[in-house]
């Protein structure tokens, strides 16, 4: 899982909270311009097409699918819609555009999103490359306010919370990553544990949250780049429940898969009683427990 | 051990996986090939899977620790919602109600902000007539020389006249004549209406100039007698074209207003709600351009006869002011 910062909840219409990680700007970069490019890709290629087909006044033909074709492919989200909020620059960058309110993209929000970047984009590029093919008299200047436009509206998706830019304001949508759907191998089911026993009060120190963290550790593999990593937490885990090593001799892999086993068990009964403990002990003999530590209390 | 006795997460994950995995199949492969590529049974399936992922997803929440598991399902659920969720209606059903129900509900609901679009629009005429009156070499300061070709004070009035008439034209620089037309009136609609998003005031501003435009041709024609003729040259594709860009403007500028005073809703709900009209308005109102284009670029240059062209505006008019009037109506 990656920060906390970039992860929103979405509620479904069926009531369950999912959890969903904001896309980030610059593969919204990246598959912006994608899609520009193939879209001027498409154009040359029907213009070429056209053309081809020989006939009298194919050329005009032509410039007029051409015409079309741009403004169609521009202010149209018709791939989103298609592919169910995605465009072949977000599907190669992995990302989705979503409602923010959980239920369907609808036509018409796609649409508002798209037409907004008339606004972001196009038109001041348009006032910014020919201002005088826009109105008579348009001063010089006007090029500098179009382009300092671009940036403010370029700006904003790093300057709120979620990324948005304006078209998602106004079309109540999210750009977030599309996750990858990868199961590994259940830690708690894995073989190669010793027969170390723990007592009741070493596995009532820690929380969920170091129980994760040490399952992040643990599946970075029983390797010998992870062996420094694997040993300081053994030791420091050691230390901390006051471990005594007995007559069984085990290594830090061993120590650590065996003791996670353990905890994992301790805690998911607990939770299992409506007892959850999200974070360790800060010190046992603190009167009235921090309030770190939620719930579990002897 | 006993260890994974006393896990319920690894007994609850044994039992469930399979459902899950039968789930990222079908998923993986509607996101792949498409919906088509399921059986009836697969997608009868489907939503029964999804949702006992979803309740394996809140399950998994409250008893298991296990965060692989964790993230494993809420990526599932999650696809898979985009998948049940992200599904749109058949296109046929989608076409017909938004034409007979949504587009004329949301023309209806913009009213007021049309009416300011008219006005702003008269003001521009009104002005554009006064000063001309005054002094017509403040022709040039209204129309943009592109937008001009030549007419102007100074053009004669069989130059002027000559724009007017009916030509003989070959097909093709007929289509592309209302392929340009369409895509350069369509992006004005879609720009003054996206431009409602800066409080609204790059839209009226355009509402103005628009005005101002209009008003200067007319005058123009009209101080040589050639008043008539001009409005049966503007008018057939005129009535479409400048009530479509009304209704961009009018739903550029609700959308301003929802940002600048969003009431008692929050700022970002009433931005969402305009934004739904601005979207519904953007689809119709580009049906109208391309209807508008083929008129202005095809029927304007081959028919002439003054009687056509005034019973096709005043057909126009008569058809769409129906159609936003009384379709979609409640019953």
Known sequence: ?298 | MSGELRMPSVRFRKEREASWRELEGLVDRVQRIGLRSLSAEELGRLPVLYRAALSSLSVARAIALDAALLAYLNALAARAHVVLHGGREPFSVAFRRFWAETFPRAVRSLGRHTLVAVLLTVLGVGVAWRELARDPARFSDYVPPAYAQGRGPEATDDDLRQVLQAKETPRSALIQFSSILFTHNATIGLASLGFGFAAGVPTAYLMLVNGLILGAFSWLYGARGMGWEFWAWTLPHGVTEIWALLLCAAAGLRMGQALVFPGRQSRLVSLQRAGDTAGVVALGAVAMFLVAGLIEGIFRQTVGAPAVRWSVAGGTFLLWSTYFLFAGRRR
């Open chain 1, 1 to 298: 899982m990656t920060s906390l910062s970039t992860v929103r909840g979405l509620q479904t219409p069926e009531g369950v909270p999912i959890q969903l990680e904001l896309a980030s700007v610059g593969d919204r970069l990246v598959a912006a311009m994608l899609d520009i490019f193939l879209m001027n890709m498409l154009g040359i290629f029907l213009f070429i097409l056209v053309i081809l087909t020989g006939g009298r006044g194919r050329l005009q033909l032509a410039s007029a699918v051409l015409l079309v074709v741009f403004f169609v492919v521009r202010d149209f989200p018709i791939f989103e819609l298609r592919w169910r909020g995605q465009t072949p620059g977000k599907r190669a960058t992995r990302i989705r555009v979503i409602s923010r309110t959980g239920g369907a993209l609808t036509a018409r929000s796609a649409v508002a999103r798209n037409v907004l970047r008339e606004l972001e984009l196009f038109q001041p590029l348009a006032i910014l490359t020919a201002p005088a093919a826009l109105a008579a008299g348009f001063p010089p200047w006007l090029g500098l306010v179009a382009g300092l436009w671009v940036v403010a509206f370029a700006a904003l998706p790093l300057v709120n919370r979620d990324h948005l830019r304006a078209g998602d304001l106004v079309a109540g949508t999210l750009v977030v990553r599309a996750p990858p759907m990868l199961l590994l191998d259940d830690l708690g089911a894995a073989p190669g544990r010793s027969a170390l026993q723990f007592r009741v009060d070493q596995l009532d120190i820690y929380g969920a949250y170091e129980l994760q963290t040490l399952e992040a550790v643990l599946r970075l593999g029983n390797t010998l780049d992870n062996g420094p990593a694997l040993t300081a937490v053994a030791e420091q885990i050691q230390k901390r429940i006051g471990w005594a090593p007995g007559t069984e001799r085990v290594g830090p892999y061993e120590f650590l898969s065996t003791f996670y086993a353990a905890q994992r068990a301790r805690l998911e009964q607990r939770l299992l009683l409506g007892e959850r403990r999200e974070r360790k002990r800060v010190a046992a003999a603190v009167p009235g427990d921090p309030p770190a530590s939620t719930g579990t209390r002897k």
